[in-house]
């Protein structure tokens, strides 16, 4: 079982930046791919990025690429979302989550589907102003 808790989200003015955190609590946290998604009201969950084991792999939804960075830090058991030049249409819930997906192969091809997904954050509000 592993528990997730974002922090960091908040209110920003459009152009602004905000580091979003997600700290697991399993010692096993290497061994899990990690996911960011966000749902805006009114609107599917939708996928933002990705990341492998390492900081090896990483993938990004077409409307945050260029603006938003994953890492993590297997050390510390957190991942991270450096989101810059925010938007307005960036304001939503984001969540993190974790994949028990053990084959990087199968993961690079799926990495955007929610089920591949077995654990879940609460979520945190990032609210980008205009």
């Known amino acids: 079982q592993v528990q997730l808790v974002e922090s960091g989200g908040g209110l920003v003015q459009a152009g602004g930046s905000l580091r979003l955190s997600c700290a697991a609590s399993?010692?096993?946290?290497?061994?899990?791919?990690m996911g960011w998604f966000r749902q805006a009201p009114g609107k599917e969950r939708e996928f933002v990025a990705a990341?492998?084991?390492?900081?090896?792999?990483?993938y990004y939804a077409d409307s945050v690429k260029g603006r938003f960075a994953i890492s993590r830090s297997n050390a510390l058991n957190t991942v991270y979302l450096q989101m810059n030049s925010l938007k307005p249409e960036d304001t939503a819930v984001y969540s993190c989550?974790?994949?028990?997906?053990?084959?990087?192969?199968?993961?690079?091809?799926?990495?955007?589907?929610?089920?591949?997904?077995?654990?879940w954050g609460q979520g945190t509000q990032v609210t980008v102003s205009s």
């Open positions: 990341i492998g084991w390492s900081n090896y792999y990483t």
């Open positions: 989550a974790a994949s028990n997906i053990k084959d990087e192969r199968a993961y690079s091809k799926n990495y955007y589907y929610t089920a591949i997904y077995s654990y």
């Open positions: 399993a010692s096993t946290f290497s061994t899990y791919p």
